[in-house]
């Protein structure tokens, strides 16, 4: 039970989906915004080729829909709410469809550990009398942890951050470039919902293959450049070349679904697969290199550096990288068609990367890290400044999604809201569901001014943040106030003469906040995010 590497079987993760707090105080209003959550994280593994994680959550969304949302005491007074579990209840046959189909890609990866079991048997008798190191509680969460069964490479985000993100970037690229295409295939909103995942299994081990290849390629890049600078070695070129190359992928990817018409990561079954063209690159394959060898030249270049059209409705925020010349490349081998059935087999896994939870609650709930654009609140601020100086507070969602088994924030969404100088409070909140669920979003937190009063968080703030982590325990709430002075915390205790164990102070205003503390959120301004205003007479 013990062992990291161990991929978790069918029984054990469907143990670990049971055990979950329901409490029927919670609104079911709460509770379907928690399922909802659970169905969109699912879908996010199942790209990611998490299918330990995906069965988990997939398992867990199911059991709390039939299991407890059908006798939660809110369905006889709460029409909206039972018209909304009754249409989720409706589409749990998909649902059920991915579980038959992920289960017996588990127990292969079971079956083979168990097969191997006996000669690492052997190895830990051999080492028997060398000592055995006590594992600290993260190492005792970590091998029950399904995101990390069986995971080929598991990285720290808070190490890897510059790849996190540009892993991250080019897969949200790529879904976003798979939905654009959809909708110019003329697919409704609501079949796309209902057939998200339902492309994936078609040509599934190709696309996974594809990924993780150039996953491993980016890792290898990544890990020859930290090489050279800890030789001492120039290595500006290379920094060029990795952020070039990285623009380019992503690029590629969402200019290939643009033009073309074929979505970059959902294969759905309605709309026709376009023919493979001469530019895509072969799935990297890992040769031995000899001693000193350079920088590999870049993998990919392209015809043309064009801009896929972007979408009138939203204003994107970034750093821009450098530009990019390419060429083209000449006689190029083509990539092998599309396979368009289920293989009896999954693509290996030992290539997959996962990025590690940066902690593990008390109850083995591991918490992710979560990325947020380093432009964001700067940009907040600006929408809130009218707002700012009338003295009301503001509130913004912070909205993502998961790849790799970390959460990236990509959209601030300003909802429809009711301002006073204390509180902030949504309103029309199905405007903010429906577009979450459009644009396949998690809503990983949220940020609100304090125009008039100090950085705390109120009764009313925490009871909000909770409502947050109910849904998901990594949520953040960040929270800006207008300092007109330093606060007096350290120069007050300087100044202080009591000599009693326990006396009182006459500020309340004591403590400063850090500036970046220690946590599971990383700030990164190469992370691109857009921003959606839902306000009547805002709307974009």
């Known amino acids: 039970m013990g062992d990291l590497q161990r991929p978790l079987s069918v029984k054990e993760i469907s143990q670990q989906a049971q055990v979950f707090a329901f409490n029927p105080n ?13 169905h969109r994280e699912a879908e996010a593994y199942l790209r990611d080729g998490n299918f330990a994680k995906a069965y988990m959550m997939y398992m867990r969304y199911t059991l709390l829909l039939m299991d407890h949302l059908q006798k939660h005491p809110d369905l006889k007074k709460d029409r909206d709410s039972r018209l909304q579990l009754k249409k989720a209840i409706n589409g749990i046959e998909s649902v059920i469809a991915n579980l038959e189909k992920i289960k017996p890609i588990i127990s292969n990866e079971y079956d083979k550990w168990i097969a191997g079991e006996e000669k690492r048997k052997e190895r830990r008798e051999k080492l028997k009398g060398e000592g055995k190191r006590t594992r600290t509680p993260y190492e005792q969460h970590a091998s029950h942890d399904p995101s990390l069964s ?16 540009v892993l991250a970037q080019r897969e949200m690229k790529r879904r976003d470039a798979g939905r654009l295409a959809t909708r ?10 209902e057939r998200r995942t339902a492309g994936f299994w078609d040509n599934w081990t190709h696309d996974l293959a594809e990924k993780q290849a150039e996953d491993d390629d980016l890792f290898r890049k990544q890990m020859e450049l930290t090489r050279t600078k800890l030789d001492g070695t120039d290595d500006t070129h290379i920094q060029d070349f990795l952020q070039k190359m990285s623009r380019g992928e992503r690029e590629m990817e969402a200019e290939t679904a643009a033009y073309q018409g074929t979505p970059a990561a959902y294969n759905y079954p309605s709309i026709s697969k376009s023919q493979p063209v001469s530019y895509e690159a072969q799935p990297y394959v890992s040769r031995p290199e000899p001693p000193n060898h350079p920088p590999p030249p870049p993998p990919k270049e392209f015809t043309a550096d064009l801009e896929a059209p972007e979408r009138p409705s939203k204003e994107l925020y970034s750093t821009p990288p450098p530009s990019l010349l390419v060429t083209q490349p000449q006689d190029g081998p083509q990539p092998p068609p599309k396979i368009s059935e289920m293989p009896a087999s999954p693509p290996p896994s030992s290539k997959r990367l996962t990025f590690a939870p940066a902690a593990y609650l008390e109850n083995g709930e591991p918490i992710r890290s979560i990325f947020l654009p380093g432009q964001l609140r ?7 400044a009218d707002n700012t100086r009338r003295g009301l507070e503001m509130c913004g969602i912070l909205c993502g999604t998961a790849v790799n088994n970390a959460l990236f924030i990509k959209c601030l969404v300003i909802p429809e809201q009711k301002c006073t100088s204390d509180t902030c409070e949504t309103e029309n909140e199905g405007d903010l569901f429906d577009y979450c669920m459009t644009e396949d979003l998690l809503m990983l937190g949220w940020i609100h ?3 008039t009063q ?15 982590q109910v849904m998901l325990p990594e949520s953040i709430a960040i929270i800006w106030y207008i300092q007109t002075h330093q606060p007096p915390g350290l120069p007050h205790i300087l100044h202080c003469n009591e000599t009693a164990t326990f006396h009182q102070h006459s500020i309340d205003n004591l403590y400063t906040g850090a500036e970046k503390p220690a946590g599971h959120v990383f700030e990164s301004d190469k992370l691109e995010f857009e921003i959606k205003d839902l306000r009547p007479g805002n709307k974009n």
């Not at 919670?26 to 659970?38: D, I």
């Not at 110019?184 to 919902?193: D, L």
């Not at 705390?456 to 943040?465: A, G, I, V």
């Open 150 to 165: 069986a995971a080929g490479r598991v990285l720290d985000a808070g190490e890897h951050q510059d790849l996190a993100v």
């Open 378 to 384: 700067q940009e907040f601020l600006r929408i809130a």
């Open 26 to 38: 919670v609104p079911l209003k709460s509770w379907l915004r928690t399922a909802n959550m659970l």
């Open 449 to 451: 001014t304090h125009p």
């Open 184 to 193: 110019q295939a003329g697919v409704s909103a609501e079949e796309e919902q």
């Open 454 to 468: 100090s950085c705390f968080m109120s009764s009313r703030d925490l009871h909000t943040q909770a409502g947050y």
